[in-house]
């Protein structure tokens, strides 16, 4: 059984530039959250999606977007490309069990350079 | 504002010792707390959670503490082993459904032979 799948491992973008990522998550999930990790912190909230809706949003500009499509499988987008959004991108998949929690399950995440 | 601290950057123990990390939350509508341990490569995997009903959870070497009155959690690990030097990230979140996750800035484990 496939744990959550990340891709690519790893890129190089200059600013300005847009990029895509795209996850998989673990097999039976239904919910892909992402999250960004700095250098030195932890990681951070940028949204999450259910049901190819986007369902709740992180303190992000709208230069962060993504999608979910019907296998559950999501990207994130980044247009605009900033020195500081050089960072490694973290998706998590889950089962959406409405008002009690369910564990996360990380992927090895993107590590994203922008030059 | 950082709503879930981790104030020590690191800490080095010795095998068979206990370690202990700890953790402070602000937010009060958190219920559910969880550590996440990170190797480098790797992304973060679950190691325990707490409820806010409970003040203690034990799995195998690994127990978490969650003090309700001074928003404060610790993982205690006993007895430490080299295998468990990694990142460790403290986590909060609330039972509405939501999963989104706040975490702490980390504390890197070092566990000397």
């Known amino acids: 059984d496939a744990g959550v799948t990340q891709s690519p491992t790893h890129l190089i973008k200059t600013r300005g530039q847009q990029v895509t990522l795209r996850c998989s998550p673990k097999s039976g999930h239904d919910t892909v959250s992402w999250y960004q990790q700095a250098l030195g912190q932890g990681p951070q909230f940028i949204f999450q999606y259910y049901e190819e809706e986007e369902r709740q949003r992180g303190n992000f500009p709208d230069r962060f977007s993504g999608h979910q499509f019907p296998n559950y499988s999501s990207e994130l987008n980044v247009n605009a490309l900033l020195l500081g959004d050089s960072a490694l991108y973290l998706c998590?998949?889950?089962?959406?069990?409405?008002?009690?929690?369910?564990?996360?399950?990380f992927g090895p995440g993107t590590r994203l350079t922008v030059l | 504002d950082q709503q879930v601290k981790q104030n020590s950057p690191s800490l080095s123990v010795q095998e068979g010792r206990i370690s202990i990390l700890n953790c402070d939350y602000t937010n009060s509508m958190f219920d559910y707390f969880l550590w996440y341990k990170k190797y480098p490569a790797e992304g973060p995997t679950f190691l325990i959670s707490i409820s806010s009903i409970k003040d203690k959870n034990e799995d195998g070497r690994f127990t978490v503490f969650l003090n309700k009155s001074a928003k404060h959690l610790s993982l205690h690990i006993v007895p430490s082993q080299p295998g468990d030097s990694a990142v460790y990230f403290c986590a909060a979140t609330s039972q509405g459904g939501s999963e989104k996750l706040v975490f702490g800035k980390g504390t890197k484990l070092t566990v000397n032979p």
């Open positions: 998590a998949s889950s089962f959406w069990a409405g008002s009690s929690y369910n564990e996360q399950f």
